[in-house]
């Protein structure tokens, strides 16, 4: 059986494995993986069986051609420690095995054209206008932020949760893709989507190794908090009682308003210090108050219910996406369901529902 | 939320506020729970004149009640006695919470009431006697206050006593602060708000006939 080294790379590291880990749930040697990753390679049907057990991808998953060409050294990550080399390439192999899904859906589907702006001006000035270009106020809170840049052609994508990785992001083919760790808090998450929205207006064509991650730090901060609004809003004294009754209007952490009024100069360094000190000691610097809604994304899911109904056929569309049923069934959880599927439902006094005449 | 001892050190009022603003937030509700309660009494089963002193005996027997119902230990303020003055049973007396390693006196007024008995100036004097059993490592007070028309519109003052003043007729603060609450409920989820419809613009092009969502 002919099967592409490539995607066993692909897989293995999909997985997080290392050649050695794939080779002794394969009964190989390690220098067996190499040299079929090495190559397109003719490999027996029971090592391939192996293999595609081994990686929960169908066999089918090797014998395609060679996966996207997403340039490693393009992502653009926040993260909060120093990311160890396969949590990278885990991360990396996420996106790209969901990016190509996610293009085959989109096939059935008139995209949305892309309006996300390259910028090569200030980060704080390129924030300013990539509100405007979002159709945002200079100085109002920023609503369901997934939903604004889904709706300007970024592609969001859900990967799994790896504690040390946030988000990240690159330009592929003309897209804007973000790819966007599971189960971070609302708060937390809006940040990092705001901060890889940063990378993209501001370092497309750029290395991670080229790029000053506190450029996008400072993008976000003016694209989620603007500093006029702010220097109206955060008032002096300010304290943790007056600082904690702005996160539900501007859905970002107390202590991302903390930094952005110590950014602003609004406080001193001693009182931000104070602050911090005070998040501590009543708790609130591993578990804050006031639980922000976590975004979804919507179109991937939405894509899918184009192609294979809603309620979407899940196992028809692993079969045909070629990834294992269990966790395209999880992939797909990840993502907003039709707003009428939802109980409740997406609702906004800004989002008005004409009624029909009688 | 791990309790965490507070450091008995700080003399900023911020840092307390901050320390005690969930039970801070929690006698502000009992307290917006109990006047109406109270006033009731009167003007619906009395069907009298509002008597201000039972009023407030009334809100504090309201509030006690709330903030026991609400898991925190609180009980009558305990009796001042100290064997020569006789004050067993005083009505006026306050509430008592112990909370996070602090003993708190929740009392009506604008002022530290003057304390007339030894136990209520060791409280004022921050001396703990009872600290290896109890682990108390701060004595604060609570006031509250209603406005002209008896109604409480978070009217809270956090206070850390000193003692008394060299002639003896003030209480000495090392604060006095006025609570701000956060106004904001700690526990409350803030749902996504969508500025433009949850479809995206994507058209199905898989659809043969009938219409879309746009129609």
Redesign the interface.
Known sequence: MLINGERVRQAREFKGLTQAGLARCAGVSQAAIAQIEASAFISSDALATAIAKCTSFPLRFFQQDDPLDINLGSLQFRAHTCMGKRELAEGHRHAQVMLEVFLKLRKNARPIPVKIPHSGASPVVAAKATRSVLGLDSKSPVPHLLNILEWHGVVALVIPDVPSRDAFSFWFDGLPVMALSANRSGDRSRLSIAHELGHLVLHNGKSRLEVDDHEADDFAGEFLMPEASMLEEIRTPVTLSSIAALKPRWRVSIQALIYRAKELDIITQRQYRYLFEQLSSVGWRTKEPVTIEPEKPRAFRQLAEFVYGNPTDVRKMSDEMLIDNALMRDVITKYAPKAENIQGGPHSSRVVTLQRRA | ????T??PEHRDP??W???L??LLQEIDTGLRHAVPKAKAFFETYQKKPINRPLLSNLIRYFTLEYLRAHGKEASEEENESDGSWGFEGLSNNGIEIHYRNSRIRLRKGVEAPMPNTHSSLQFYQQVFPEMEDTQIYANLIVLWNLNAKLEYDSDMQLIRTKGLSRNKKEVTYIFRHKV????????????????????????????KTGTTDAD
Do not use: I, W
């Not at chain 2, 939320?1 to 965490?4: A, L, N």
């Open positions: 939320m791990v309790p965490t507070p450091n911020e840092y506020t901050a320390e603003m969930p701000v609450l956060t106004g904001v409920d700690l526990t409350r989820v803030v749902e996504s708000e969508y500025s433009l419809p949850s479809e995206l613009p994507m058209t199905d092009t898989t659809a």
